[in-house]
């Protein structure tokens, strides 16, 4: 990977975008010292899009995946014990109803 300080960017931007574009390595573009900006040649991008918008779609689906096996797991715990409801109502009513005792 190259790295090129701003000032060095300025006079050989052609060169740089060649090199880049002819190796498909992303170069590093330095300011002070510290890097602010990578230069990537479009292909190597159009990719990296690509790749992020596929692992986005597969996290997504592995959710509601997730999602759905809870749901599931809820409806068998209902049938099994009788209790069809979400039990947090409950448990507040308790915890606020035993607060205003004391």
Do not use: W
């Amino acid at each position: 990977m190259n790295m090129i300080n701003v000032t060095e960017i300025r006079r050989n931007i052609r060169e740089v975008l060649s090199d880049v574009v002819k190796t498909k390595k992303p170069a590093v573009i330095l300011q002070r010292s510290k890097p602010v900006a990578y230069l990537v040649d479009a292909e190597s991008f159009e990719n990296m899009q690509r790749n992020k918008e596929t692992e986005s779609d597969a996290l997504t689906r592995s959710r509601n995946e997730s999602l759905d096996r809870i749901m599931q797991l809820r409806a068998k715990v209902a049938r099994k014990t009788g209790v069809h409801s979400d039990s947090t109502p409950l448990i507040r009513e308790l915890r606020e109803g035993l607060g205003r005792r004391e």
